[in-house]
């Protein structure tokens, strides 16, 4: 029987009723639909691990609007840093001289506030894990298992190792950013990943759509969480 994993991306305070609150976004979802179908997932039999993914950002990170000012910026980048705004895709000049591309959104999940806290109605059984991402000033991590650029990777992937998983369940906030860049990668580092689309909520309606679009072009397989209780029960054999 392969080993099964429930990865549950950020469904955190902002996300839901804070700064960053899904349902104010243009796609106009609400994140907190989601809480009472990730709690009914989190307490199926049959998980060998379940983990909680949080964005962990310092207050002068990268990628909040009103910190834009603070760094550099590239000559590539067709919008001035002092004129910046929320949704704006910037270019920052980064040490080494690097460029990096940016979106940029409100102050959110800052570490240690309430709105980088789990949604207080979230179920959390015991013996789970949570992975922190985000945490480096300068470099933002929508995937929990590396940052943007790939420069540094979490622990997910080992503490995942580590228990003998096969097979990643993903699901949380948002659908088009963190779940997205979380499936992908899982998909990549050879897991055989599934995402649970009723226990995910977006961001914007057309990325949405480009992301489930590349999720079904590389291999990673869309679920209803109504069908994961048989195919936890299910003999499939781990992916090569």
């Not at 679920?223 to 936890?232: A, F, G, R, T, V």
Request: with cysteine.
């Amino acid at each position: 029987m392969p080993k099964s994993a429930l990865v549950v991306v950020d469904v955190q305070n902002d996300f839901i009723s804070g700064t960053l609150a899904l349902k104010d976004c243009p796609a106009k979802e609400d994140g907190l639909e989601v809480v009472d179908v990730i709690n009914e997932l989190t307490k199926l039999e049959g998980w060998d691990l379940v983990v909680f993914t949080l964005d962990w950002h310092p207050q002068d990170h990268i990628s909040f609007a009103t910190n834009a000012h603070k760094f550099k910026q590239h000559c590539d980048s067709k919008v001035h840093l002092e004129c910046a705004e929320v949704y704006d895709k910037v270019v920052f000049n980064v040490e080494d001289d690097q460029k990096r591309e940016q979106v940029l959104w409100p102050p959110h999940c800052v570490q240690g506030s309430w709105g980088a806290e789990l949604h207080e109605d979230v179920y959390v059984p015991a013996g789970s894990v949570t992975v922190k991402k985000g945490v480096n000033t300068s470099l933002d991590s929508y995937s929990a298992f590396f940052d943007n650029d790939k420069i540094n990777e979490t622990e997910l992937c080992q503490v995942l190792q580590s228990h003998g998983i096969d097979r990643t369940f993903i699901c949380g906030l948002a659908t088009d950013i963190c779940v997205n860049f979380t499936a992908t990668h899982s998909n990549e580092l050879g897991f055989k990943t599934y995402v649970i689309e009723d226990a995910c909520r977006g961001v914007d309606n057309h990325n949405i759509q480009c992301a489930l679009c590349k999720m079904d072009e590389s291999g990673i397989t869309r679920i209803k969480s109504d069908k994961i209780s048989s195919l936890l029960t299910t003999k499939e054999p781990p992916m090569q």
